[in-house]
């Protein structure tokens, strides 16, 4: 069993930046990091492929947010830029792809979510 527990959530003016954590419990597969607001559907944000290292971001945070790991730790960040009011959101860690498209697939694994809340 994979057990993932987000960290570095907080409050922040626009423009500033936030670091995500995501501490993955015997796990260094592919991550990805998605956000949700309420009563809107959890939409995929970054992901990490373990195999190649190759990653993968929304159009939406391109050039402002880099996902990254660091498998000796099992960990897996975001590194959030020039953030804005429209990024406020819960974020979630996941773990293990398993199927479709990474924005809105299948993943084995959810942590439980950290706030984000970015202020104008």
């Known amino acids: 069993q994979v057990k993932l527990v987000e960290s570095g959530g907080g409050s922040v003016q626009a423009g500033g930046s936030l670091r995500l954590s995501c501490a993955a419990s015997?796990?260094?597969?592919?991550s990805g990091w998605f956000r949700q607001t309420p009563g809107n559907e959890r939409e995929g944000v970054a992901a990490i492929w373990s195999s190649s290292g190759v990653t993968q971001y929304a159009d939406s945070v391109k050039g402002r947010f880099t996902i990254s790991r660091d498998n000796a730790k099992n960990m897996v960040y975001l590194q959030m830029n020039r953030l804005k009011p429209g990024d406020t959101a819960m974020y979630y860690c996941a773990a293990d792809f398993i199927r479709g498209y990474w924005l809105n697939g299948e993943w084995n694994y959810w942590g439980q979510g950290t706030q984000v809340t970015v202020s104008s």
């Open positions: 015997g796990y260094t597969g592919s």
